[in-house]
């Protein structure tokens, strides 16, 4: 089964239609026995971080997904669900002063993109690592983002890159652990077929 973790955020209804082609039950939920005891895990994310780390927080999201990791059961973030992976997002505002901690399963800050326009909206093609186990059979395809911010440092195993005004981490594997900025529950059929070669790891 694939848990798709509900915290308040993310598009959790178009998130369950995708991975369910991978034929695995798919349950959307924020129960913590589930979401532990799923074979996947997707967090999904959209919004500003502060945000999301707050419902992430106030379900228990973030205990979920460091335990998970220490246990190696496979986990897969998605836009600002992948970026909350990270120590910290920095998003200055005038009600905020620019720091929110993240979960912290990989060290690292997540910037505003240097790009003249933003939000980077629309299809880019990817860079995957050669190892790539999430891109295999899809190398070459483009997939659908919708953010302004990013991770610009390498963490992981396999590190993944895309480039808009500059480049940017797009997707990491790491083990159990995994994300994409981009949506694949957008991405077409480039996008199922990640999902669905996420989904024979489990």
């Not at 993310?10 to 074979?39: H, P, W, Y």
């Not at 205990?63 to 120590?87: A, D, H, N, V």
């Not at 505003?112 to 860079?127: E, F, K, S």
């Not at 992981?156 to 949506?183: I, M, N």
Request: proline share 4%; net charge neutral; aromatic share 8%.
């Amino acid at each position: 089964m694939i848990a798709i973790l509900d915290y308040g955020s993310g598009n959790l209804r178009s998130a369950q239609r995708a991975f369910s082609t991978s034929g695995m039950d798919v349950v959307v939920t924020a129960d913590r026995k589930i979401c532990m005891e799923a074979k996947g895990l997707v967090v999904p994310g959209v919004g500003a971080f502060q945000s999301c780390m707050s419902g992430l927080m106030r379900v228990g999201g973030d205990q979920i997904i460091r335990e998970r990791k220490g246990m190696q059961r496979p986990t897969l973030g998605i836009c600002i669900g992948m970026q909350i992976f990270f120590s910290e997002g920095l998003e200055p505002s005038r009600e905020h002063s620019g720091s929110t901690r993240g979960v912290g399963v990989w060290s690292g800050s997540v910037e505003r993109i240097d790009a003249p326009v933003l939000p980077h909206m629309g299809w880019n093609t990817v860079m995957p690592a050669h190892e790539s186990e999430l891109f295999r059979g899809v190398e070459g395809e483009s997939f659908y983002f919708v953010h302004s911010y990013a991770a610009k440092k390498s963490v992981g195993k396999y590190p993944s890159w895309s480039e808009y005004g500059e480049r940017f981490l797009c997707a990491v594997e790491d083990g159990a652990l995994s994300a994409t900025q981009f949506h694949p529950e957008k991405s077409g059929k480039a996008g199922l077929a990640l999902i669905k070669n996420w989904s024979r790891s489990l």
